[in-house]
């Protein structure tokens, strides 16, 4: 224990010294297929793959459009059509003590452990669409599909309000699993699946739209619910509102964000409800962000009436043109209970080239259990992107 935390204040004393000497403007890079057709920097629409910064959130609600593209062409008269994709390896070093393997206290595997092929952008005047297909070559999971939407843009002009239908992340803009900037997840409790999860992926229908002379955006929908069953056709429902004004010289975001999800099961006569209310600060200082949140979830009567607490703050820094540093601290906590779990993650990230990216990452969560018995895992984690 007595070295883990001492390799955790060597990083964290490794972030603040890397901070004090940045001074380049951050402008690494990502999937590269929206850059080669409108012929710029990645680093125009994200911080770091794949979180979006204020212009990549209003390019993403525009449609995949940029301010001045209007409408935008068909399709089959369009030059590039983005068209990209995804490999990432990445070998783990882990040190769980609550493993029951034949090895209960170390670990240490290799894995090609995410392929994944999409494509998007405008399909013709005020119609855009994005698709893709997600495998797992080491689990051996097939390439199959995952997501595909298309979005009626400006049903009222200037994205104020657009129409988003099929199969989709309901994306918070700066805070979801879908925008996570580590290779480690966040510790938040979003759904009836028991497992931490946030903003997740759905099938229904939204209402999205901003209003770029006030700051504010919103989205709007019903979906269906996460737990698979017999009574949860289409009906939950979330909404989100943000509001975003400048302060300091820089864009300092407030997030809400609502969910109301099912979990009733027909077979065992339920019919159940769970909520998840969420509130996030996503502010900026120069090369530097800092993101803070906390998502309080209430499940239902078939999961005891359980409320359960959970929280981030994460801080993103720009060392130099190519490098960017990311430090969180989560926790989770069962409300009336001493269960509780609490994560450390550093990631130091690496562009290689536009689009190749080396990170490494350490993480450690600590598991107190109903009984107040506390367990650690560990892991070390050194994984390679590329993209085209």
């Given at each position: 224990?007595?070295?883990?935390?001492?390799?955790?204040?060597?990083?964290?004393?490794?972030?603040?010294?890397?901070?004090?000497?940045?001074?380049?403007?951050?402008?690494v890079?990502?999937?590269?297929?929206?850059?080669?057709?409108?012929n710029?920097?990645?680093?125009?629409?994200?911080?770091?793959?794949?979180?979006?910064?204020?212009a990549?959130?209003?390019?993403?609600?525009?449609?995949?459009?940029?301010?001045?593209?209007?409408?935008?062409?068909?399709?089959?008269s369009q030059?590039?059509?983005?068209?990209?994709?995804?490999?990432?390896?990445?070998?783990?070093?882990?040190?769980?003590?609550?493993?029951?393997?034949?090895?209960?206290?170390?670990?240490?595997?290799?894995?090609?452990?995410?392929?994944?092929?999409?494509?998007?952008?405008?399909?013709?005047?005020?119609?855009?669409?994005?698709?893709?297909?997600?495998?797992?070559?080491?689990?051996k999971?097939?390439?199959?599909?995952?997501?595909?939407?298309?979005?009626?843009?400006?049903?009222?002009?200037?994205?104020?309000?657009?129409?988003?239908?099929g199969?989709?992340?309901?994306?918070?803009?700066?805070?979801?699993?879908?925008?996570?900037?580590?290779?480690?997840?966040?510790?938040?409790?979003?759904?009836?699946?028991?497992?931490?999860?946030?903003?997740?992926?759905?099938?229904?229908?939204?209402?999205?739209?901003?209003?770029?002379e006030?700051?504010?955006r919103y989205?709007?929908?019903?979906?269906?619910?996460?737990v698979?069953?017999?009574?949860?056709?289409?009906?939950s429902?979330?909404?989100?509102?943000?509001?975003?004004?400048?302060?300091?010289g820089?864009?300092?975001?407030?997030?809400?964000?609502?969910?109301?999800d099912?979990?009733?099961?027909?077979?065992?006569?339920?019919?159940?409800?769970?909520?998840?209310?969420?509130?996030?600060?996503?502010?900026?200082?120069?090369?530097?962000?800092?993101?803070?949140a906390?998502?309080?979830?209430?499940?239902?009567?078939?999961?005891?009436?359980?409320?359960?607490?959970?929280?981030?703050?994460?801080?993103?820094?720009a060392?130099?043109?190519?490098?960017?540093?990311?430090?969180?601290?989560?926790?989770?906590?069962?409300s009336?209970?001493?269960?509780?779990?609490?994560?450390?993650?550093?990631?130091l990230?690496?562009?290689?080239?536009?689009?190749?990216?080396?990170?490494?990452?350490?993480?450690?969560?600590?598991?107190?259990?109903?009984?107040?018995?506390?367990?650690?895992?560990t892991?070390?984690?050194?994984?390679?992107?590329?993209?085209?």
């Amino acid at each position: 224990m007595i070295r883990r935390v001492g390799l955790i204040k060597l990083l964290l004393g490794l972030a603040v010294l890397g901070s004090i000497f940045a001074i380049d403007v951050l402008s690494v890079q990502a999937m590269p297929a929206f850059a080669r057709k409108y012929n710029a920097p990645c680093s125009s629409c994200h911080t770091t793959f794949p979180k979006l910064n204020e212009a990549g959130i209003a390019f993403r609600q525009r449609g995949f459009r940029m301010e001045d593209e209007g409408p935008g062409e068909h399709v089959y008269s369009q030059k590039h059509v983005p068209i990209g994709g995804m490999v990432k390896m990445k070998n783990v070093f882990m040190d769980d003590e609550a493993s029951v393997s034949p090895d209960p206290n170390k670990d240490n595997v290799f894995s090609v452990n995410e392929v994944q092929l999409w494509a998007g952008g405008v399909l013709g005047p005020n119609l855009s669409f994005f698709g893709d297909m997600l495998g797992d070559l080491d689990g051996k999971s097939p390439i199959t599909p995952q997501h595909f939407f298309v979005i009626l843009n400006d049903v009222v002009s200037d994205s104020r309000v657009n129409i988003k239908l099929g199969a989709y992340h309901m994306d918070f803009p700066f805070l979801s699993d879908h925008r996570i900037p580590t290779i480690s997840k966040y510790l938040f409790r979003g759904t009836a699946t028991s497992s931490e999860e946030f903003a997740p992926g759905t099938r229904g229908g939204e209402f999205n739209g901003w209003f770029g002379e006030t700051g504010t955006r919103y989205a709007a929908g019903l979906r269906k619910a996460a737990v698979a069953n017999d009574t949860n056709s289409m009906k939950s429902y979330y909404a989100w509102l943000a509001q975003t004004v400048e302060l300091a010289g820089f864009p300092q975001t407030l997030g809400v964000m609502f969910l109301q999800d099912r979990n009733g099961d027909k077979a065992t006569n339920t019919d159940d409800d769970t909520s998840t209310l969420s509130g996030a600060l996503d502010l900026h200082f120069g090369l530097t962000g800092l993101v803070l949140a906390f998502v309080q979830y209430e499940g239902g009567v078939s999961e005891a009436n359980v409320e359960i607490d959970s929280g981030t703050a994460e801080l993103l820094h720009a060392f130099t043109e190519n490098i960017v540093g990311v430090a969180r601290y989560d926790f989770q906590d069962i409300s009336g209970s001493s269960a509780e779990k609490t994560q450390i993650v550093v990631n130091l990230q690496y562009y290689l080239l536009t689009n190749v990216k080396a990170e490494l990452e350490f993480a450690q969560i600590t598991t107190t259990s109903a009984a107040g018995v506390e367990t650690d895992n560990t892991k070390g984690i050194f994984q390679v992107s590329l993209a085209y």
